[in-house]
């Protein structure tokens, strides 16, 4: 959610349990300001908060000039004025990441415990080889943070339009879904580098824009089910909520510009969805 709008924003999301206190709107809203000037971002936008045992970590996303899937850089506070930016990671570094359980400390300069297993030589011969390797739990939470965002940062459709020289930016024209696609999940894109454009049916290809069908529809996401939309205030505001990553939530008020999304949770995936639906 752009952090202009973050009062309005977050009332929004209210009944989903998404709530700061007034003195960390005003200290955000103030600091998110002066990060975007000290960094020189396009925009920032307010990502949401993982909690952890001891502190909990507000997260901020800023965005350059250039593409704005790519061109965006991640934030930490542990108290919405002091921003750390989080590291990027390499590949096997992030699946180490990934890899680890539990909650997170709040502790940005606490060490993790990976037990590295490798198995080496061949056949009859083969053993395996236990490394220990230490895992700051800065690194986990720009892991954890970038596997949420590709996995449930989602947007309505049209409210991005690709170019003709490929720069994906947000579309002036775009004004809202009506009453009745609002209602549907496939008026909901993943807001990610690397759509599974396999997904699409051929057929319907043919029907699509190339300007704004450019992202995957969140209509077959698995497992099936793992999306709840909910109407709200007389359909008049449209809220999603992700069963897969709890804490997750979207808004969309039907026939305006207005839309957003935050995770506030405790950065744990749920992995018993399958089973629960």
Known sequence: MNSEGLTLSIEYLASTGILLSTEQKAALQTSLVMLQNAQKFHEVHFWGKIVGIKESYFIASGIGKGNE???RKFLYSLDCMKWCLLPI???SRA?????LSGRFIGDPTYEYEYIDVKV??????AEEETNTVLVK??????AVIDEIDREVHIVPR???VKTATSKIVSNRSFEGLNNLDCKKLSSYFHFRNTPNTDKIKLLAKATLDQSIDFLEHIEHDLPKGCWALHPERGGGLIILKSLLWLGYSFY???GTKKF???YFGTGEKNIDLPFML
Do not use: F
């Open 69 to 71: 899937l790519q061109d």
């Open 89 to 91: 990671l390499a590949d």
């Open 95 to 99: 699946q180490m990441c990934r890899s």
């Open 120 to 125: 080496v030589g061949e056949g009859e011969e």
């Open 137 to 142: 739990e800065e690194d986990r939470l720009a």
């Open 158 to 160: 049209g409210s991005y």
């Open 252 to 254: 969309h008020v039907p």
């Open 260 to 262: 957003g999304s935050a």
